[in-house]
């Protein structure tokens, strides 16, 4: 009976996986699919330049981050960025420029990739850089016309307080209770 249960858990795996490829943009990742998105990722958030641009969807794209609108000082609850070029514009301006170190990617759908990854840095001349890790949720859409791969989306939440700090901002401990 328990068998019975594994397959018909399988089996409805197996037809949602199949409802999923079938939605929207008609093409699952695959993993050179997932490979090319993180390394996009990666090379936006490390070494920013205007073609980088094109990994970005034109329409729908959005990047969420409490952690960032936290930093910023913004309310948190909405994307930070909410079309591609508010996105462009901030990373051409201020460059991210990050020593990202992707340490995991996976588990992955049809068409998102969960990332874990760490950077330690400083933007305070003579600061001790602190190691900050995170994770993000890359969303994908497939251009059929081109046929290839953009990020559609960016979820990331992060250690705020170590980034904050390697910013500059400074953060003390709250008095003993």
Known sequence: MRFLSVL?????????????????????????????????????LTQWEAPKADFIADQGFFDYSDSINTVAGLQTGFPI?????????????????????????????????????????TKVPGGSPLPVRGITVLGGSYKKDEKKWEIQSIKVEFNSINYYKNTGGVCSRPAPA
């Open 81 to 121: 960025f909410p079309n591609k070029a508010a996105f462009v514009g901030y990373q051409t301006v201020t460059p991210d420029n990050l020593p990202l170190v992707i340490v995991e990617v996976g588990p992955w759908s049809c068409d998102q990739i969960t990332i874990i990854w760490s950077a330690t840095f």
């Open 8 to 44: 018909s858990l399988a089996a409805g795996v197996s037809a949602a996986a199949t409802s999923l490829a079938t939605r929207g943009n008609n093409k699952c990742m695959k993993e050179a699919d997932v490979n090319y998105l993180v390394d996009a990722y990666k090379s936006i």
